[in-house]
C-alpha cells in the first residue's frame, strides 16, 4: 500500500506531501490543484510505462508545466513580509515520489542542456532516479541509482551493477528492465506500477465505444475508457461476485435487472427496466446510468489492483447515484487501495459517512496547492 506520495516543482505542487490509507478521498475548491495531484500520479505510472515524454508532451512540454511562482512562499510567510517572486539558485526540478510500506521511489525531471543539436528542447529529461527500501535512504538499501546517464543497480546477489545498455535520457529506467531474474526487486516494482489503474471520465456520445456492441473476451479488468463494459460485466457475473453486482445495480436503480446481450461473438449493455417487454440497451441508456456502470465494473473486478484512482467519478451522476456509488467506493477499498478525487460535496460527505474516512482538502495559495491544516510538522517524512 501507498502510504506517502510527493511532487515537487509541478504545477501547483511545489512542495506538496501526501499521507495515503486504504481509501483516500481529495477535494477541494475549483483550482485549488485536484487535477494537478491526479496528473501527477498518473505521470509516475507512466514512467514506469515507458509513456513519459508523451504524456509531458501533450501538456505543453516539461517548461509548461514546471512551478512558476515565488520559490520560498513559507520563509516569507514566517517572516511576516509581503509574497514576493523570488528566484531559486540552482535549475529547476520536476520531482515525484511515492513510498510504500517496503520501498520507495523517486525520479526528478528537468530541460535537456541547450547546445542546439536536438529540436526536441521541451522534452523531459531524466536527472535523478532511485528506488530504495524503507526507511530511511542509505546506499546500503537501495536499489537502483541513476544520475543522468549512468545507472547503477543492485543485482539478485546484492552486487551493485553498471547498467551497459543505454537509457534514452527522457525514459524511467524501469520502463527499460528486460531482466527479472538478474534485477528482481526493481522488477517486481516497475509490474506492481503498471498494474495501477486510473479512471478519468467515460465518453457516452453517441459513437461512444461504450454504446456499441464490441466482441466479448474474459476482462478481469475494465479498459481505462471502459470499453470493454459488457465483457468486464459478464466476466463479474461468471467469476466474480455476480450476487453482489446485481445488488448494486438495484441499489442504484431499484426493480432493474442487469444483463449481457450476446450475439456471439459481440456482447452489449443491457437492463431490464421494470414495465418494459424489452432491455434497454447501451445506446438506449443515459450516460450517467452508463458512467455508474462503468464505475461498478472498475470497482468490482475480479482481479482488483494493488492501486485504484478515480477522478472526479461524479461526472454526469443523478444526485441519488451519489451514495450507493460510494458505497461500491467503500466496499472497494477492502480489496485495493483506493484514492478518489471530488468536487463533489454530496459524494464526499457519503464516502466519509460509510467508510468513517476524513477527506483531504486542499487550498491553494500564493498560486500552491497545500493540504488544508498541514504544517510543516504534520507533513509525513520524506528523504
Known amino acids: 500500500m501507498l502510504h506517502t506520495f510527493t511532487a515537487a516543482n509541478y504545477r501547483s505542487l511545489r512542495d506538496f506531501k501526501l499521507a495515503l490509507e486504504p481509501l483516500t478521498v481529495v477535494t477541494g475548491a475549483n483550482g485549488s490543484g485536484k487535477s494537478n495531484v491526479y496528473r501527477a500520479l498518473r505521470l509516475v505510472a507512466q514512467a514506469a510505462d515507458g509513456r513519459l515524454a508523451d504524456s509531458l508532451a501533450q501538456e505543453g512540454g516539461i517548461a509548461s508545466v514546471q512551478w512558476a511562482g515565488p520559490h520560498d512562499t513559507r520563509s ?10 523570488t528566484q531559486g539558485r540552482g535549475p529547476l526540478r520536476i520531482r515525484f515520489g511515492f513510498a510504500t510500506d517496503d520501498l520507495a521511489y523517486e525520479i526528478a525531471l528537468g530541460l535537456p542542456k541547450a547546445d542546439g543539436t536536438s529540436r526536441f528542447n521541451l522534452d523531459p529529461e531524466v536527472k535523478t532516479e532511485a528506488v530504495w527500501q524503507q526507511p530511511p535512504r542509505r546506499r546500503a538499501n537501495t536499489w537502483l541509482e541513476r544520475d543522468a546517464s549512468v545507472v547503477n543497480l543492485r543485482d539478485k546477489d546484492g552486487e551493485w551493477q553498471r547498467l551497459r545498455a543505454p537509457v534514452e535520457n527522457n525514459r524511467s529506467v524501469l520502463s527499460e528492465l528486460s531482466e527479472p531474474d538478474r534485477f528482481p526487486e526493481v522488477f517486481a516494482l516497475r509490474e506492481r506500477m503498471r498494474r495501477w489503474r486510473f479512471y478519468d471520465g467515460f465518453r457516452t456520445d453517441p459513437d461512444s465505444p461504450l454504446r456499441q456492441a464490441r466482441i466479448g473476451v474474459r476482462t478481469g479488468a475494465l479498459a481505462h475508457d471502459g470499453r470493454d463494459l459488457a465483457a468486464a460485466l459478464q466476466t463479474i457475473l461468471e467469476i466474480g461476485n455476480a450476487e453482489a453486482l446485481h445488488a448494486a445495480i438495484d441499489d442504484a436503480f431499484p426493480g432493474t ?11 452489449e449493455v443491457g437492463l431490464h427496466t421494470e414495465g418494459l417487454l424489452r432491455p434497454l440497451t447501451a445506446a438506449e441508456l443515459s450516460d450517467g446510468t452508463l458512467r455508474y456502470l462503468c464505475l461498478t465494473a472498475a470497482l468490482m ?5 494493488e492501486l485504484m484512482v478515480l477522478n472526479e467519478p461524479e461526472q454526469s451522476l443523478h444526485p441519488d447515484l451519489l451514495r450507493p456509488l460510494a458505497r461500491q467506493i467503500a466496499a472497494a477499498s477492502k480489496r485495493s487501495q483506493v484514492w478518489v478525487i471530488s468536487h463533489a460535496a454530496a459524494l464526499v460527505a457519503a464516502i466519509e459517512d460509510i467508510a468513517h474516512v476524513s477527506a483531504v482538502h486542499l487550498v491553494r495559495e500564493f498560486g500552491e496547492t497545500r493540504v488544508a491544516g498541514q504544517g510543516l510538522l504534520d507533513e509525513p517524512v520524506w528523504p
Open 301 to 305: 473486478s475480479p482481479r482488483p489492483p
Open 76 to 85: 516569507q510567510q514566517k517572516r511576516g513580509v509581503a509574497i514576493q517572486g
Open 257 to 267: 435487472r442487469l444483463t449481457v446481450l450476446d450475439e456471439s461473438p459481440r456482447f
